[in-house]
T-cell receptor
């Protein structure tokens, strides 16, 4: 049981380049999330997926797209990277069962856009 | 719009001291509140979950309380240890939006010296 995995761990891009951040969970959770974490800003929601086949915008969706490929995988795409997208990106999945409501986070992807 | 504030932003204490971290939120109509721990360069780990109908939760040396009417939660750490040094994040999930994401405070960075 690997939990939530993210690839890559580190990435450096030039302005205008594109890339996809991959996220997968092996816990059979319905809900998955993408956050970014910036110094002094805390974690902010980019996109989320309440279930397979659905996605919704969060607080800061501009410049990003997502795909919920199947129940396990939820990817985040930067079509044309900008320096303002330099951040640490976290993927998470959510377990709800009875009174349980636990959010599991991946280790993060540290992205630098030059 | 729900906003979550954590005070103080940073805290330094000697080993063995009991301490309290504070969290406040602007909209009392919450589904639940969670406390997380984040170690430098790592993802988030869930510590405690308090449902909206509960007043407190305990896990080992940690005790979290919730006062919805005043929009406040506290995390009490007893007999602090150097291994408790980390950033502690408070997050709320709004009622009626069970599929949506947690809204995070910016965190309190705790340093416990031996």
């Amino acid at each position: 049981n690997a939990g939530v995995t993210q690839t890559p761990k580190f990435q450096v891009l030039k302005t205008g380049q594109s890339m996809t951040l991959q996220c997968a969970q092996d816990m059979n959770h319905n809900s998955m999330y993408w956050y970014r974490q910036d110094p002094g800003m805390g974690l902010r929601l980019i996109y989320y997926s309440a279930s397979e086949g659905t996605t919704d915008k969060g607080e800061v969706p501009n410049g990003y797209n997502v795909s919920r490929l199947n129940k396990r995988e939820f990817s985040l795409r930067l079509e044309s990277a900008a320096p303002s997208q330099t951040s640490v990106y976290f993927c998470a999945s959510r377990e709800t069962a009875g009174s349980t409501d636990t959010q599991y986070f991946g280790p993060g992807t540290r992205l630098t856009v030059l | 719009k729900q906003e979550v504030t954590q005070i103080p932003a940073a805290l330094s204490v000697p080993e063995g001291e009991n301490l309290v971290l504070n969290c406040s939120f602007t909209d009392s109509a919450i589904y639940n509140l969670q406390w997380f721990r984040q170690d430098p360069g790592k993802g988030l780990t869930s510590l405690l979950l308090i449902q909206s109908s509960q007043r407190e939760q305990t896990s080992g040396r940690l005790n979290a309380s919730l006062d919805k009417s005043s929009g406040r939660s506290t995390l009490y750490i007893a007999a602090s240890q150097p291994g408790d040094s980390a950033t502690y994040l408070c997050a709320v999930r709004d009622r009626g939006q069970a599929g949506t994401a947690l809204i995070f405070g910016k965190g309190t960075t705790l340093s416990v010296s031996s």
